[in-house]
């Protein structure tokens, strides 16, 4: 072995050495925690049509919303909510395509009233059960009982 081969692994050896020590004493400290900040996709809109009644539908027409937290400085947050119907109800489809924008404000209005860490510790059924409270209060010619979310990251 030449000289640069043996700086290489040596460099090597230390970097793997930092990392194998630093992980370990993050988890002996007990500052690490694995799988505490993830959660549980719900499916994609297109995939949960094909999984719904046949007498349901899916309104997914609301898009992918960015917000910000209450922080200081302000999170942002994308997310995309959708929620079944009745596939049948004409008159509440067009209510619900008539007031898109409406439910935009209210969820993204909702997201701006609170830090990251209250949002965290709501926990998402929490959150969605709020979101369904808002938006039912919005509708006139029927209401949502579940909604799910495609996309909720916190962009850091």
């Given at each position: 072995?030449?000289?640069?081969?043996?700086i290489?692994?040596?460099c090597?050896?230390?970097?793997?050495s930092?990392?194998?020590?630093?992980?370990?004493?993050?988890?002996?400290?007990?500052?690490?925690?694995?799988?505490?900040d993830?959660?549980?996709?719900d499916?994609?809109?297109?995939?949960?049509?094909?999984?719904?009644?046949?007498?349901?539908?899916?309104?997914?027409?609301?898009?992918?919303?960015?917000?910000?937290?209450?922080?200081?400085?302000?999170?942002?947050?994308?997310?995309?909510?959708?929620?079944?119907?009745?596939?049948?109800?004409?008159?509440?489809?067009?209510e619900?395509?008539?007031k898109?924008?409406k439910?935009r404000?209210?969820?993204?209005?909702?997201?701006?009233?609170?830090?990251?860490?209250?949002?965290?510790?709501?926990?998402?059924?929490?959150?969605?059960?709020d979101?369904?409270?808002?938006?039912?209060?919005?509708?006139?010619?029927?209401?949502?009982?579940?909604?799910?979310?495609?996309?909720y990251?916190?962009?850091?």
């Amino acid at each position: 072995m030449n000289k640069i081969q043996r700086i290489c692994l040596f460099c090597s050896a230390i970097l793997l050495s930092v990392l194998i020590f630093g992980t370990a004493a993050a988890f002996v400290s007990g500052k690490a925690k694995p799988g505490t900040d993830l959660r549980r996709k719900d499916p994609e809109p297109q995939v949960f049509e094909k999984k719904i009644q046949a007498d349901k539908a899916v309104f997914s027409h609301i898009g992918s919303l960015r917000c910000a937290t209450a922080d200081n400085p302000p999170i942002p947050l994308v997310i995309t909510v959708y929620f079944p119907y009745t596939a049948a109800d004409k008159a509440f489809y067009e209510e619900l395509s008539q007031k898109t924008r409406k439910i935009r404000f209210v969820i993204t209005n909702y997201m701006e009233q609170y830090t990251r860490t209250e949002l965290s510790d709501k926990g998402e059924q929490k959150l969605k059960a709020d979101l369904t409270d808002l938006i039912n209060r919005e509708l006139v010619l029927g209401k949502i009982t579940e909604l799910y979310f495609s996309d909720y990251i916190f962009l850091e």
